[in-house]
């Protein structure tokens, strides 16, 4: 890849066709998922060290939670698997790690598992990985119009200090907007991935599902998001 290449600041990713690439292969979903799961591994190193210093992905919307028990306690399994199997490597690599949702519905051994990640990570300031885990974006804006408005209530906040920027601060971590978004599988819609932190981040979504979305094809999309035009409204 050429040298003047303008790397985004914050990239989120909807890691989405884990049951696809699964089905493809006459294999249960569960399989895609953990083929997922690696995929992330090499991928996340892969996307740092290119000196991007946001990710965010998502990992289990509040609308998953409509799937089978089954393929819900799978996934659950695996993300305290992940938490404890990779804590040494984010340490050792100075990453912060975060996780972005409601706590609410979570099993026991996840709660303990992101509090326990975030406690260990949270000094480190070069890379941040957010992890969308039971996120909604619409749920999150509505979390953050009623904190917003208890403090009003409570007089610790005026209507008139209400605006983007104060906003920005109540969403469930503070973050910089996302620069681009990329939605792996071919489908064309962000199914509730973080709302307020994408309305000027450029979309891509190429035809490769999550467990096939390697280190070349993240450089791709990086040379695709180099040829786009941000305007912000200009000219
Ligand atoms: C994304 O893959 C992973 C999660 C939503 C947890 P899917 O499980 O949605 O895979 P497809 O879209 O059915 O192929
Ligand atoms: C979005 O994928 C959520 C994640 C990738 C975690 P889904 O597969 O759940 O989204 P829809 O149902 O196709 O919109
Ligand atoms: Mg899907």
Same mark, same amino acid.
Request: glycine share 6%; net charge neutral.
């Given at each position: 890849?050429? *040298?003047?290449?303008?790397?985004?600041?914050?990239?989120?990713?909807?890691?989405?066709?884990?049951?696809?690439?699964?089905?493809?292969?006459?294999?249960?979903?569960?399989?895609?998922?953990?083929?997922?799961?690696?995929?992330? =591994?090499?991928?996340?190193?892969?996307?740092?060290?290119?000196?991007?210093?946001?990710?965010?992905?998502?990992?289990? &919307?509040?609308?998953?939670?409509?799937?089978?028990?089954?393929?819900?306690?799978?996934?659950?399994?695996?993300?305290?698997?992940?938490?404890?199997?990779?804590?040494?490597?984010?340490?050792?690599?100075?990453?912060?790690?975060?996780?972005?949702?409601?706590? =609410? *519905?979570?099993?026991?051994?996840?709660?303990?598992?992101?509090?326990?990640?975030?406690?260990?990570?949270?000094?480190?300031?070069?890379?941040?990985?957010?992890?969308?885990?039971?996120?909604?974006?619409?749920?999150?804006?509505?979390?953050?119009?009623?904190?917003?408005?208890?403090?009003?209530?409570?007089?610790?906040?005026?209507?008139?200090?209400? *605006? =983007?920027?104060?906003? &920005?601060?109540?969403?469930?971590?503070?973050?910089?907007?996302?620069?681009?978004?990329?939605?792996?599988?071919?489908?064309?819609?962000?199914?509730?991935?973080?709302?307020?932190?994408?309305?000027?981040?450029?979309?891509?979504?190429?035809?490769?599902?999550?467990?096939?979305?390697?280190?070349?094809?993240?450089?791709?999309?990086?040379?695709?998001?180099?040829?786009? *035009?941000?305007?912000?409204?200009?000219?």
């Amino acid at each position: 890849m050429e *040298n003047e290449i303008v790397l985004p600041k914050h990239v989120g990713i909807i890691m989405d066709g884990n049951g696809r690439w699964a089905k493809k292969r006459g294999l249960k979903r569960s399989f895609g998922h953990k083929a997922g799961a690696k995929n992330l =591994e090499s991928l996340l190193k892969h996307i740092f060290k290119r000196g991007i210093p946001y990710v965010s992905v998502y990992a289990f &919307s509040t609308e998953n939670f409509n799937r089978d028990e089954e393929e819900v306690n799978y996934l659950m399994d695996l993300f305290v698997k992940y938490f404890n199997k990779k804590k040494s490597v984010f340490i050792k690599n100075g990453i912060r790690v975060i996780v972005s949702g409601s706590r =609410e *519905n979570l099993r026991e051994d996840v709660i303990d598992g992101i509090k326990n990640l975030e406690d260990c990570t949270k000094e480190f300031t070069h890379f941040t990985f957010n992890i969308c885990l039971n996120y909604g974006g619409r749920m999150e804006i509505v979390d953050a119009i009623k904190k917003i408005s208890q403090k009003i209530h409570n007089n610790e906040l005026k209507l008139d200090d209400v *605006n =983007e920027e104060l906003v &920005s601060h109540y969403m469930y971590k503070d973050l910089p907007d996302l620069d681009f978004v990329i939605r792996t599988s071919g489908e064309q819609r962000i199914s509730n991935f973080m709302l307020w932190q994408s309305s000027y981040a450029e979309y891509y979504f190429p035809d490769v599902l999550f467990p096939d979305f390697n280190e070349k094809e993240f450089d791709k999309s990086l040379e695709i998001y180099n040829k786009r *035009n941000r305007r912000f409204g200009g000219v």
